[in-house]
């Protein structure tokens, strides 16, 4: 009943930037945060950053000052942009949601994820 896609991922350089982009879409009454994390192989997934419907924003300590979450609530998007982006910054980037439905059920939408990759 809701659908989340990322899109933005690839190639850059170390040092470089990139943008992410995540859609929510379905049916959706009200989206209360959105959130970006990461999952390295073998690793488990952590929180990157997250923003809520009123802009409140937090990171993780290894990207702040680096990676800036916003969100278009007209959209129903969340962007992540990444700046001086390291080699270690190298994994798959999911997309999360927390969303009630139009059918008053709370639920916590993932994305597929995108593949980031930094190497020279």
């Known amino acids: 009943q809701v659908q989340v896609v990322e899109s933005g991922g690839g190639l850059v350089q170390p040092g470089g930037s990139l943008r992410l982009s995540c859609e929510a879409s379905?049916?959706?009454?009200?989206?209360?945060?959105m959130g970006w994390y990461r999952q390295a192989a073998g690793k488990q997934r952590e929180l990157v950053a997250t923003?809520?419907?009123?802009?409140?924003?937090n990171y993780a300590d290894s990207v702040k000052g680096r990676f800036t979450i916003s969100r278009d609530n007209t959209k129903n998007t969340v962007y992540l942009q990444m700046r001086s982006l390291k080699p270690k910054d190298t994994t798959v980037y999911y997309c999360?949601?927390?969303?009630?439905?139009?059918?008053?059920?709370?639920?916590?939408?993932w994305g597929q994820g995108t593949k980031v990759t930094v190497s020279s």
């Open positions: 379905g049916s959706i009454f009200r989206i209360y945060a």
């Open positions: 923003i809520t419907s009123g802009g409140i924003t």
């Open positions: 999360d949601a927390a969303i009630r439905t139009t059918a008053g059920l709370g639920v916590n939408s």
